[in-house]
């Protein structure tokens, strides 16, 4: 699985951006699609994360209510459309794939990751 993330740029606090994440190779609906982030200084965090069925997401405290993951199984792409996008939000947004459905906010049980797309608040 190679993952191609994108969408990232320069955006003023309040504003909104939206991610995506281009998957090729085998992808199954048992996968489940994260995006994660890490700011300098900072360990690499969770966002949100989605099953590729679509069924289950789940967000990270901070950005809920703001950020909405989604995908587009025809298109083999994952989404994450950032809102009211705030100073703090700003790192290098990785998305990642694990071949298991199950939930978890961990990043080292995620065996796939694209190369990453720099998100930049300014306030």
């Known amino acids: 699985v190679q993952l191609q993330a994108s969408g990232g740029g320069l955006v003023q606090a309040g504003g909104s951006l939206r991610l995506s994440c281009a998957a090729s190779g085998r992808i199954f609906t048992s996968y489940r699609m994260a995006w994660f982030r890490q700011a300098p200084g900072k360990e690499r965090e969770f966002v949100a994360t989605?099953?590729?069925?679509?069924?289950?997401?789940n967000y990270a405290e901070s950005v809920k209510g703001r950020f909405l993951i989604s995908r587009d199984n025809a298109k083999n792409t994952v989404y994450l459309q950032m809102n009211s996008l705030e100073p703090d939000d700003t790192a290098v947004y990785y998305c990642?794939?694990?071949?298991?459905?199950?939930?978890?906010?961990?990043?080292?049980?995620?065996?796939?990751w694209g190369q990453g797309t720099q998100v930049t608040v300014s306030s």
């Open positions: 989605i099953t590729w069925s679509g069924e289950s997401s």
């Open positions: 990642a794939a694990r071949t298991t459905s199950f939930y978890t906010p961990r990043p080292q049980y995620y065996g796939y």
